[in-house]
Structure formats: C-alpha cells, structure tokens
C-alpha cells in the first residue's frame, strides 16, 4: 500500500492542477485574480489543517521560522497566485469558452 502512495498523490495533484484551468476559466466571469487567490489559500489551509489534526503532530517554529513563513505566504499567495490566476483568465489554455 506504502508504495502506491507517492504515485497517488502525484496523480492526485496533476489531475487537481489540470482541472484548475477549466474550473477558474468557469468561473472567472464572477471573481477576480484576487478572490480567486483568497479562494485557493483558504482551501489550502483547510485540507493542511486537516492533515495537521489527523497527524496530531506538531513542531512550533521558530520566530526565525515564522519570518520566513509569513514570507513566503505572503510571495506565494499575495504575487504568484494573483498572477496566475490573471494569466489563467487572460491566456487561452485549450479548453472551449462557453457563452
């Protein structure tokens, strides 16, 4: 079973980031870059919140730790994903726009 496991994620997470495409040209009429972004983070931190609880394992980081953390989220979720997620509505990815 162990050994499946990294195959399955893997498969799991290009699936997932194919069908981003198709579900953020969906619905990208209604949202912006920026909602789209806060959408995406808030889902993110529930499904790490909930491998938290169920691994009931827990390291605090270091103020060091944090820094960086807050760092990165604010580099990752604040740029990156605004950016993607305009290119995303900007830039045909091969999938029919439905009128």
Do not use: H, K
């Amino acid at each position: 079973m162990r050994r499946w496991a990294a195959p399955a994620a893997v498969a799991f997470t290009v699936l997932a980031w194919a069908s981003a495409f198709v579900g953020i040209r969906a619905v990208g009429e209604f949202y912006g870059p920026g909602e789209l972004s806060l959408g995406r983070l808030l889902v993110g931190s529930l499904a790490l919140g909930a491998g938290l609880l169920a691994g009931r394992r827990w390291v605090a980081p270091t103020p060091r730790e944090w820094g960086l953390i807050v760092l990165c989220g604010l580099a990752w979720f604040g740029v990156y994903n605004v950016a993607l997620n305009a290119g995303e509505q900007l830039v045909d990815a091969g999938t029919p726009r439905c009128s």
